[in-house]
């Protein structure tokens, strides 16, 4: 039975689209860069930053890290706020947390970009622990993970209780990384088809209710 439920913030608890897609604009055009198309931005959403500007825009280590300094510097003031609660979703967490259950985040998002968002949009209260990276640079989502459970005292004996909920294949295969199983959120269609079951998600979902099934009965 699963009692600690570990959850992504982009994509899962937040739609963060706007934002993201903001900053990553303003980014560009600082750079002197033409932005790329809406469907390539999208897929900012999810894995760290500096990783997508390296694979998608063909940066470069030191450009990446100056793309990712030109996001944060509209994205801390006004761009974390360009954001809404996933349909449902802080509700099932204070239902989820009355249950007993022990939720935190674990988002490769910058924890003090973290903390704001989910005092925002009420998902603080239920959570034990709001992890997200250091200051400077992104970590990986099994970099995450381990501290999200250091900070909860939870050690090998403790997986099989633990759930990742995600909605990118980041999530599912960090959390296979850190040997611990993964549920795949379909919220607002940011992975590709088929993405979330191919990374080794144990059940894919469509919405709030579906996942809280999922939970309880498992």
Not at 153 to 167: A, Q, Y
């Amino acid at each position: 039975m699963y009692h600690y439920i570990f959850f992504d913030l982009d994509g899962t608890l937040t739609d963060s689209k706007e934002g993201i897609l903001n900053c990553l604009r303003y980014a560009f055009e600082k750079l002197g860069e033409p932005a790329p198309p809406e469907s390539t931005l999208i897929k900012f959403i999810g894995p760290p930053l500096q990783d997508s500007f390296m694979r998608f825009c063909g940066f470069d280590e030191v450009k990446a890290i100056r793309g990712i300094e030109l996001f944060r510097e509209r994205y801390a003031p006004i761009g974390k706020f360009e954001n809404a609660a996933a349909p449902g979703m802080p509700e099932l967490c204070g239902r989820l947390k009355e249950k007993g259950y022990v939720l935190a985040l674990a988002s490769s998002k910058p924890e003090e970009m973290c903390v704001p968002i989910c005092e925002k949009f009420g998902f603080a209260p239920s959570m034990e622990t709001i992890t997200g990276s250091p200051p400077v640079g992104d970590w990986e989502k099994v970099d995450v993970i381990r501290e999200t459970m250091r900070r909860l005292g939870l050690t090998e004996d403790d997986k099989p209780s633990i759930l990742m909920v995600g909605d990118r294949k980041f999530d599912v295969l960090g959390a296979r990384e850190c040997g611990i199983d993964c549920v795949g959120v379909e919220f607002f269609g940011y992975a590709a088809p088929g993405e979330l079951a191919e990374a080794g998600a144990v059940a894919v979902v469509q919405t709030a209710e579906e996942l809280e099934q999922f939970i309880v009965n498992h």
